[in-house]
């Protein structure tokens, strides 16, 4: 096998960069397809954390290749702090980083977009991170956005800048009551020094990542957010604005379909949501506040407490048929440490009648009542343990429990932040 894609089957913070940076190991490009610098990968290694933003987890492996595909918007001065920074610690990403030309940049009139429609919705807003990402996909849709291609002449390049701002100074001013003015020549001179600092790494990426794959190198698709988050699957409007399933492989890093040959979801053992949107198996109580204790539990792009619930294994089918998964990994086992009973959600009732599929509106997921099987809890310590055989029963049921309802092998379970606290039961490359 040559290609092996990982995606959240959640709403995201699934521990992927974890993942990631191990199955990295065994990869020659790790590859992300889209998204922006709106999601955040934390890995621990030798007990110094490490948050990327924009750059897949792989490249704190010295001789790993990293691609920021197509299909992604790209800040280009987070994207030259976050070089930076991995330089920084070492890890040199000339040579190794590569940045697709045909993706989009975001701009401070973005940002602005971005908040000030928060701004309008008030009570109902999807709660963003108001990074500028939605608005610069709504630009890409709109085919009015600037790709980092369009850099490459300055003269279509003003050209083009010059009438965003001005159609997005008109919106803000008359759409919103948010009036902004934006000075073109400082936007310009400043996108120009950052674009100079990283043109180095920009290329084609979708021929690079073609000949890759058909040369039989192996390449590994990280996917950001996750599978309830995705733009025309996910828990719609409070999604994110791209395709962060498997769907959105092909298009985010321009290889056919085909060409990805096995995909593995990753599942926390019990289910978080950043900002808005409907949560069935939320708990608004003392546990919920041990789960988000124990976990730590905080967006590591926002800082904000995450909420939390029981593993809503009904929502996870659904992502596996979405994604069509051949494994479920499921990472952060050692937060259920503490707890004497585990409930998981394995249906849902809808208006007194229990239903088969899972709900397409926000409003019908919002009256969605779970349905929960209680298992016994292990009460033991399993951060430290590395094999199978040496996790409490309990533990060991819980994951078959989980395995036998979604007809799908768990290969791997992490239990704790470290590279090592992972238990390989089968290799998965």
Not at 58 to 87: A, P, Y
Not at 127 to 144: F, H
Request: with cysteine.
């Amino acid at each position: 096998m040559s290609t092996l894609a990982i995606v959240g089957t959640q709403w995201g913070d699934e521990g992927k960069g974890k993942i990631v940076d191990i199955l990295s190991e065994r990869a020659d490009y790790i590859v992300r397809y889209q998204g922006g610098n709106n999601a955040g990968h934390t890995v621990v290694i030798n007990g110094t954390k490490y948050i990327l933003h924009l750059l897949p987890s792989g490249i704190l492996h010295d001789d790993k290749r990293c691609v920021l595909g197509n299909g992604m918007v790209i800040d280009l001065e987070s994207l030259w702090n976050e070089t930076e920074f991995i330089k920084r610690v070492g890890k040199n990403p000339e040579g190794r980083l590569f940045v697709s030309e045909r993706a989009h940049v975001i701009f401070p009139y973005h940002k602005e977009l971005d908040a000030a429609s928060e701004k309008l919705k008030g009570n109902g807003s999807i709660g963003t991170t108001l990074k500028g990402i939605g608005p610069a996909y709504r630009d890409k849709a709109g085919r009015v956005g600037i790709r980092i291609a369009d850099l490459k002449d300055e003269v279509s390049f003003k050209e083009k800048l010059r009438w965003n701002l001005r159609e997005k100074e008109l919106t803000l001013k008359y759409v919103y009551n948010y009036p902004v003015s934006f000075n073109f020549d400082e936007i310009f001179s400043h996108t120009m020094r950052i674009y100079e600092k990283i043109s180095q790494f920009v290329c084609d990426t979708v021929s690079l990542l073609n000949r890759a794959i058909d040369s039989g190198e192996r390449v590994l698709f990280e996917g950001a957010q996750a599978t309830l988050l995705d733009i025309d699957v996910g828990t719609y409007p409070f999604v994110t604005s791209s395709n962060s399933s498997a769907l959105g492989i092909s298009a985010g890093a321009g290889i056919s379909p085909k060409k990805v040959e096995k995909i593995f979801g990753i599942a926390k053992a019990y289910t978080t949501r950043v900002g808005g949107g409907p949560f069935p198996t939320e708990l608004k109580d003392n546990t919920g506040e041990l789960l988000r204790a124990r976990g730590h539990e905080y967006g590591s792009t926002t800082g904000r407490p995450r909420r939390c619930g029981w593993l809503d294994l009904f929502a996870v089918k659904f992502s596996k048929e979405v994604n069509s998964l051949d494994g479920l990994i499921i990472t952060k086992l050692d937060v259920l440490d503490a707890f004497d009973e585990i409930k998981v959600c394995v249906g849902y009732e809808l208006n007194g009648e229990v239903i088969d599929r899972f709900p397409s509106t926000a409003k019908e997921l919002s009256q969605a009542k779970p349905i929960y099987e209680t298992l016994p809890g292990w009460k033991r310590e399993t951060t430290h343990v590395r094999k199978w055989e040496d996790l409490p029963e309990e533990a060991k049921s819980f994951i078959k429990f989980i395995e036998d309802y979604l007809d799908v092998p768990v290969p791997i379970v992490s239990t704790g932040p470290q590279r090592d606290e992972t238990i390989v039961r089968e290799e998965i490359w």
